[in-house]
């Protein structure tokens, strides 16, 4: 793993330009997040300054001010996933960006790095995403652990390293470091500690690398070893070392499901059940509805545990939910999750008439392949199937839609700095420094 992450690698454009998508969306995350309901606490509490300081170089986006590295990644990757609306990977059924790019931005003015180091940097961490699912999905997610923080802590790690230029017995022993750290309960899911869970992992592979670099130590097999990383996050069994030693074969990003974008701000097991109900809002045109049948996957149900939504981040996590709102409204948006909108008392009373069932013609489906059937008062049944969301590779955003996602997630920031901070993001693939990213960020909330 050590010797992938530093490595030399000419990476397809194709890889490059899905990686770039993926940073661009995230950053748009990151501003929407900043203005949730778990940044203030955050920001109570994590030492912060109000202006670049040599000791603190690091920026909390959406605020103008500044922290640590490892202050600023824990800060940022909360508020990158604190909507559910950044981007996924299968297998690893984790948000690879909301981890990545808060880890990398937050060292980025330390390590000199450009904006080409950081797509490298990003497609090297996805790739550890990617392949630590493979060697221990569907299994580790079964057993209740977030792989966005127990996956992302190690990608992170091989982020940052490569980025801080760490040699690879350093990286070995940052490795081993950050394998201590991984965590993340699945049990947290609707609450705010499920974004935390992104803000840990970037923060956990700042930390564990600044330490390597340092000197710090760790146990070299901290991964493999029988008490290790492997064995103990899979109870000693169910995981497939193989593709960790593949690294960089088949690249994980441009695999047919490897990374997704989100059009809707809630969990992806929602979103082809939003999709179909969003179809059917316009065949219903107004007629009442009887019933409702969303006909699932069986994975569906491990991340889908509400019913009736009593918080906006409960309803991201309720098919139900996020099924009776596409059908009332025909719009499932950043402003579908609030408490007026969660308790809204039509999609309340459909959400009695919603059944969320296992579907045996797709029941061992990986990507949430979900059917809606809705009957009428007046006898007609309406049927949609959609078998892949929107945003996988297959159905990637056109770059209108990315660049529409990006205008509604920083839609209360000034218009023009915004436009500004697109633009540079959108040419970060270059030789030049990256630090001219975190000037327009910073410029962006002033």
């Known amino acids: 793993m050590a010797r992938f992450a530093l490595g030399k690698h000419t990476f397809p454009a194709l890889a490059r330009q899905r990686a ?65 609306y950044d981007d996924t990977n299968h297998p690893a059924y984790a948000h690879p960006s909301a981890v990545l790019l808060p880890a990398m931005l937050a060292v980025a003015p330390a390590s000199g790095a450009s904006g080409a180091d950081i797509i490298d940097a990003y497609i090297a961490g996805f790739e550890i995403f990617g392949k630590l699912g493979r060697a221990m999905n569907t299994q580790h997610y079964k057993r209740g652990w977030h792989a966005t923080s127990t996956f992302g802590t190690l990608a992170a790690t091989v982020a940052v390293g490569r980025l801080m230029g760490l040699d690879q017995q350093q990286m070995v ?70 593709p960790l030693m593949s690294l960089g074969e088949g690249l994980e990003i441009l ?5 997704a974008l989100k059009p809707f701000p809630s969990c992806g097991a929602t979103h082809p059940g939003i999709e179909a109900a969003l179809a059917l809002h316009v065949e219903l045109d107004g007629a009442e509805i009887k019933s409702v049948r969303a006909g699932v996957c069986e994975m569906a149900f491990s991340p ?42 039509r999609v309340r009373a459909l959400i009695t008439k919603i059944s969320m069932e296992l579907d045996e013609r797709w029941r061992g489906d990986g990507e949430f392949s979900t059917e809606i059937a809705v009957e009428t008062m007046d006898g007609r049944r309406l049927v949609k199937h959609v078998r892949l969301a929107m945003g996988k590779p297959e159905r990637w955003f056109t770059p209108e839609r990315l660049r529409a996602k990006f205008d509604d997630c920083t839609s209360a920031f000034p218009k023009g700095l915004c436009d500004g901070v697109y633009d540079v993001v959108r040419g970060l693939d270059a030789a030049g420094p990256a630090v001219g990213l975190l000037e327009k960020i910073r410029l962006q909330t002033q």
């Open 173 to 242: 022993m940052a490795l081993g470091i950050a394998a201590s750290s991984a965590s993340g309960l699945r049990a947290n899911f609707g609450s705010m500690v499920k974004p935390l869970h992104a803000g840990y992992a970037a923060r956990n592979g700042v930390l564990a690398v600044l330490l390597a670099r340092e000197g710090f130590d760790a146990a070299p097999v901290a991964l493999e070893h029988r008490y290790g990383y492997l064995p103990v996050f899979n109870d000693g069994i169910g995981f497939d070392a193989a």
């Open 255 to 259: 695999t047919q499901h490897g990374l």
């Open 304 to 345: 889908l545990i509400y019913v009736t939504a009593d918080t906006p981040l409960e309803g991201k996590f309720s098919l139900h939910y996020c099924v009776a709102a596409a059908l009332v409204w025909g719009d499932v948006s950043l402003a579908t999750f609030t408490d007026a909108m969660v308790q809204d008392p």
């Open 20 to 84: 770039l998508d993926a940073v661009t969306d995230c950053l748009a995350c990151m501003f929407a997040g900043s203005r949730e309901p778990l940044a203030a606490p955050l920001l109570k509490v994590l030492p912060s300054v109000p202006q670049a300081q040599d000791a603190m170089p690091s920026i909390l986006v959406g605020t103008g001010r500044f922290a640590s590295p490892a202050d600023a990644a824990l800060y940022n990757g909360a508020i990158a996933h604190a909507l559910d």
